[in-house]
């Protein structure tokens, strides 16, 4: 198994996510990291055994746009992102307007940080 990482841009993301399909990949899923002031999103690709991660940097104040377009099954991945960190996510085919997990009665974005965790010690 091999296993190769690519960072692109968010304006790079539909270019390459064509790219991808178009040389047979399959999604596996994607996933966020909340980095505080910028998310990185991590598309997640297989293709016979290879596994291709790309990454893209988000400022948390960016709007990028959905690969739901391309590969339709991403709808989840990316309404969990929107709802439970605030990834803002433009023309998701299936958008569930926070409604996922959530209810009215619950926290938005629960998961999202505010700020840098502190270093062992209280540094």
Do not use: W
Request: charged letters at 30%.
């Amino acid at each position: 198994m091999s296993i190769e990482v690519q960072q692109i841009t968010a304006e790079q993301l539909l270019d390459e996510t064509k790219k991808m399909y178009q040389d047979g990949y399959r999604l596996v899923t994607a996933t966020c990291i909340d980095e505080v002031d910028n998310f990185r999103i991590i598309y997640h690709y297989d293709k016979e055994t290879r596994l291709v991660n790309i990454e893209v940097p988000v400022h948390k104040d960016q709007e990028i746009y959905s690969i739901t377009g391309i590969y339709l099954c991403n709808f989840l991945a990316e309404n969990e992102m929107q709802e439970l960190f605030g990834v803002k996510i433009k023309d998701i085919a299936v958008d569930l307007k926070g409604r996922l997990y959530m209810t009215d009665e619950c926290q938005p974005t629960p998961m999202a940080r505010t700020e840098k965790k502190k270093a062992k010690g209280g540094e």
